[in-house]
């Protein structure tokens, strides 16, 4: 049978382990970065929120890496949320093992949105906003 779906170069490597966090701890780690405010609010959200139970979170230098297990590796089922203060977007990228990745940018007014479509087909976690 002929392989339909291109091979990556990283194909049988599996990515580094991430240590997850308690999501308190990741609400400190963005409220010490000023510039980083609306990242700020997204993650207080989260963590006050029922799913940050059912998710588990790391941070690299300043994105925000979320999956439905601890202690994941990298690159398997992996939700990369980066802030990019100069432009005032969110980026979202999901990455897998097979390199199927999907991929959005928005505004800080849809991130929640965002990332409430995100865990909900990927992780099958259903997000349920506050009441405002």
């Not at 941070?59 to 398997?76: E, I, K, N, P, Q």
């Amino acid at each position: 049978m002929t392989d339909i779906t291109p091979k990556s170069r990283t194909e049988g490597q599996r990515g580094h382990v991430i240590h997850t966090r308690p999501w308190p701890e990741i609400v400190e780690r963005y409220r010490v970065v000023v510039t980083f405010a609306p990242m700020l609010r997204f993650v207080e959200a989260i963590a006050a929120s029922p799913v940050s139970a059912q998710l588990f979170a790391a941070t690299s230098m300043f994105d925000l890496f979320v999956s439905d297990c601890a202690d994941f590796r990298f690159g398997d089922n992996t939700l990369c949320i980066a802030f990019r203060p100069s432009e005032s977007t969110f980026h979202f990228r999901h990455h897998t093992f097979s390199g199927h990745d999907d991929q959005k940018t928005c505004a800080e007014s849809e991130a929640l949105q965002t990332f409430r479509l995100f865990v909900r087909l990927k992780y099958g976690v259903l997000f349920d906003r506050p009441p405002a």
